[in-house]
Protein backbone atom coordinates (compact mmCIF):
# COMPACT_ATOMS: atom_id res chain seq x y z
CA UNK A 1 0.00 0.00 0.00
CA UNK A 2 1.02 3.51 -0.90
CA UNK A 3 2.44 5.62 2.48
CA UNK A 4 2.37 2.74 4.56
CA UNK A 5 4.93 -0.06 6.30
CA UNK A 6 4.92 -3.03 8.01
CA UNK A 7 6.31 -3.39 11.42
CA UNK A 8 8.34 -5.99 12.67
CA UNK A 9 6.32 -7.77 15.41
CA UNK A 10 7.43 -11.08 16.57
CA UNK A 11 3.58 -11.56 17.80
CA UNK A 12 1.39 -10.79 14.52
CA UNK A 13 1.98 -8.01 11.45
CA UNK A 14 0.96 -4.79 11.86
CA UNK A 15 0.63 -2.07 9.16
CA UNK A 16 0.52 1.61 9.73
CA UNK A 17 -1.40 3.57 7.08
CA UNK A 18 -2.06 7.34 7.18
CA UNK A 19 -0.96 7.79 10.93
CA UNK A 20 -3.58 4.46 12.30
CA UNK A 21 -2.19 0.78 12.98
CA UNK A 22 -3.80 -2.51 11.96
CA UNK A 23 -3.05 -5.86 13.23
CA UNK A 24 -3.14 -8.01 9.70
CA UNK A 25 -5.50 -10.99 10.32
CA UNK A 26 -5.52 -12.45 6.97
CA UNK A 27 -4.40 -11.26 3.34
CA UNK A 28 -6.02 -12.94 -0.23
CA UNK A 29 -5.81 -12.16 -3.32
CA UNK A 30 -8.49 -9.84 -4.43
CA UNK A 31 -9.32 -12.86 -7.27
CA UNK A 32 -10.23 -15.55 -4.14
CA UNK A 33 -12.97 -12.98 -3.36
CA UNK A 34 -16.02 -12.99 -5.04
CA UNK A 35 -18.04 -10.01 -4.87
CA UNK A 36 -21.56 -10.89 -3.28
CA UNK A 37 -23.79 -8.95 -2.19
CA UNK A 38 -22.62 -7.39 1.72
CA UNK A 39 -19.35 -9.34 1.16
CA UNK A 40 -17.54 -7.05 3.14
CA UNK A 41 -20.19 -7.29 5.92
CA UNK A 42 -19.86 -10.92 5.75
CA UNK A 43 -15.88 -11.32 5.28
CA UNK A 44 -15.78 -8.80 8.48
CA UNK A 45 -17.94 -11.18 10.56
CA UNK A 46 -16.13 -14.25 9.37
CA UNK A 47 -12.14 -13.15 10.49
CA UNK A 48 -13.52 -11.24 13.23
CA UNK A 49 -11.95 -7.99 11.73
CA UNK A 50 -13.21 -4.46 11.98
CA UNK A 51 -11.91 -3.06 8.98
CA UNK A 52 -11.10 -4.09 5.37
CA UNK A 53 -8.77 -2.70 2.87
CA UNK A 54 -7.96 -3.56 -0.30
CA UNK A 55 -4.79 -2.57 -2.33
CA UNK A 56 -2.15 -4.06 -4.39
CA UNK A 57 -4.67 -6.74 -5.89
CA UNK A 58 -4.85 -8.12 -2.70
CA UNK A 59 -7.82 -7.94 -0.02
CA UNK A 60 -6.30 -6.89 3.72
CA UNK A 61 -8.43 -7.96 7.06
CA UNK A 62 -7.36 -6.10 10.19
CA UNK A 63 -8.42 -4.82 13.24
CA UNK A 64 -7.57 -1.49 14.18
CA UNK A 65 -4.81 -0.47 17.07
CA UNK A 66 -6.95 1.68 18.89
CA UNK A 67 -4.61 5.18 20.41
CA UNK A 68 -5.19 6.30 23.37
CA UNK A 69 -4.18 9.27 25.39
CA UNK A 70 -2.47 8.70 28.95
CA UNK A 71 -0.17 10.72 31.40
CA UNK A 72 3.22 9.53 32.94
CA UNK A 73 2.64 9.21 36.34
Known amino acids: MRGS??????????IEVQDRMFQIKRVL???KINEVEDWVSLLK???CVDTILKANGQIWMCNEIQ????EEI
Open 5 to 14: RILNNPFSKI
Open 29 to 31: PES
Open 45 to 47: QYY
Open 67 to 70: TISY
